[in-house]
């Protein structure tokens, strides 16, 4: 018999903290950016050709607009939950992802931690399933509750019975 899931926002959000980690990785965005265009304008200096500039004031002011607006808007809509029967994933900001893995699917429960991740005391979960779609990804979530979650994962996921295929 299939269990009826239900249809509604995962409850829980991400760390405040997150809002940092997604600035700080846009900032580096611009700055990769930036970089190179600001070297060919100073090594020109007075021949550097009117579009360079346009572009190097373009990109920083985009990636501003960006690392000021993105992160609160997907601090606001990244969400997820976990139910006996359940993950629940909410996330993206121009194109949104609702993600529903059944606990029978679940195969392995991951946790990363990149060096900026680190540096915020954030953690992402990634819980792989026996889906084509791939794994559910639960990204900005604070170290202590990204560990708490994945064990609940791991021994739910142990406590139900199925193969996950």
Do not use: F, N
Request: charged share 15%.
């Amino acid at each position: 018999m299939a269990i009826a899931l239900p249809l509604r926002p995962p409850a829980h959000q991400v760390s405040p903290r997150a809002v940092r980690w997604w600035r700080l990785r846009a900032l580096l965005t611009v700055l990769a950016l930036t970089v190179p265009q600001a070297v060919v304008l100073l090594v020109l200096a007075e021949d550097a050709p009117g579009w360079l500039v346009a572009t190097t004031v373009l990109t920083v002011l985009v990636g501003l607009a960006y690392g000021i607006t993105v992160p609160l808007l997907l601090y606001r809509i990244h969400r997820w939950e976990v139910t006996p029967e359940a993950v629940y994933t909410l996330s993206g900001w121009l194109v949104r992802e609702w993600r529903i893995a059944p606990i029978s699917r679940v195969q392995t429960v991951d946790t990363e931690h990149g060096p900026l991740q680190q540096l915020l005391k954030l953690a992402s979960v990634t819980v792989t399933t026996a889906s084509a779609r791939g794994p559910v990804k639960i990204r900005g979530l604070d170290e202590h509750a990204a560990v708490e979650l994945a064990r609940l994962l791991t021994e739910t996921t142990q406590a139900t019975p199925g193969d996950a295929t």
